[in-house]
């Protein structure tokens, strides 16, 4: 069975920077495309960015173009989501998550296995 554990998360001040990470484990040649979705109070989950294991493909939500990085470490079976410029409006617990098949999807029904989350809290 698959395990993904998300790890990085905390507390910092707008305009800063926090590194997220998901280790794959268990059976991970079964997975294809990691995202990452995030979930603020009151709201519903949502996508911020995802790659495939594939050929690397990349895909970002317009509110976090050009500030977030989506990366893969394929010795470490590991993918990471680098932040930057961060802002208030960033606060969420911030899931990874992965499907079994190659192709970035932006809705988390089409993702067959979650991490616990890890909460991001940006203040300003």
């Known amino acids: 069975q698959v395990q993904l554990v998300e790890s990085g998360g905390g507390l910092v001040q707008a305009g800063g920077s926090l590194r997220l990470s998901c280790a794959a484990s268990g059976g991970t040649g079964v997975i294809y495309t990691t995202g990452w979705f995030r979930q603020a109070p009151g709201k519903e989950r949502e996508f911020v960015a995802a790659?495939?294991?594939?050929?690397?493909?990349?895909s970002y939500a317009d509110s976090v173009k050009g500030r977030f990085t989506i990366s893969r470490d394929v010795a470490k079976n590991t993918v990471y989501l680098q932040m930057d410029s961060l802002k208030p409006e960033d606060t969420a617990v911030y899931y990874c998550?992965?499907?079994?098949?190659?192709?970035?999807?932006?809705?988390?029904?089409?993702?067959?296995?979650w991490g616990q989350g890890t909460q991001v809290t940006v203040s300003s």
């Open positions: 790659i495939t294991w594939s050929v690397l493909s990349t």
């Open positions: 998550a992965a499907r079994r098949y190659d192709g970035i999807r932006y809705k988390s029904d089409d993702y067959h296995y």
